[in-house]
Nanobody, 124 residues
Framework: QVHVEESGGGLVQAGGSLRLSCAASGRTFSSYGMGWFRQAPGKEREFVAA????????FYANSVKGRFTISRDSAKNTVYLRMNSLKPEDTAVYYC?????????????????WGQGTQVTVSS
């Protein structure tokens, strides 16, 4: 089983950058694809980005494509989300989780072991 903890959130001005980290524990971390999701106040949780267990494939929501980059360092059991050119609409709590079910990477129901989240606030 994988347990995760997110960090790296904060307050940043529009156009700025942040790097989120998702530290995972558990010997099977490298066996799982990992995903980042976000939830803004009053909205449903939405897919942001995901990466396969090998790191060979990545997936992005259209709203972040070209601005965000997901990566993983299996030696450190960590997944990263580099966020550039941030916009006020990126403001949300960002969560990472392990993809434990086969199928699409875009569906949050395929994921388990959610972290507590890290707040990202982008001011205009």
């Amino acid at each position: 089983q994988v347990h995760v903890e997110e960090s790296g959130g904060g307050l940043v001005q529009a156009g700025g950058s942040l790097r989120l980290s998702c530290a995972a524990s558990g010997r099977t971390f490298s066996s799982y694809g990992m995903g980042w999701f976000r939830q803004a106040p009053g909205k449903e949780r939405e897919f942001v980005a995901a990466i396969t267990w090998s790191g060979g494939s990545t997936f992005y929501a259209n709203s972040v494509k070209g601005r965000f980059t997901i990566s993983r360092d299996s030696a450190k059991n960590t997944v990263y989300l580099r966020m550039n050119s941030l916009k006020p609409e990126d403001t949300a709590v960002y969560y990472c989780a392990a993809k434990v079910e086969s199928g699409t990477y875009y569906d949050s129901r395929r994921y388990r072991n959610w972290g507590q989240g890290t707040q990202v606030t982008v001011s205009s």
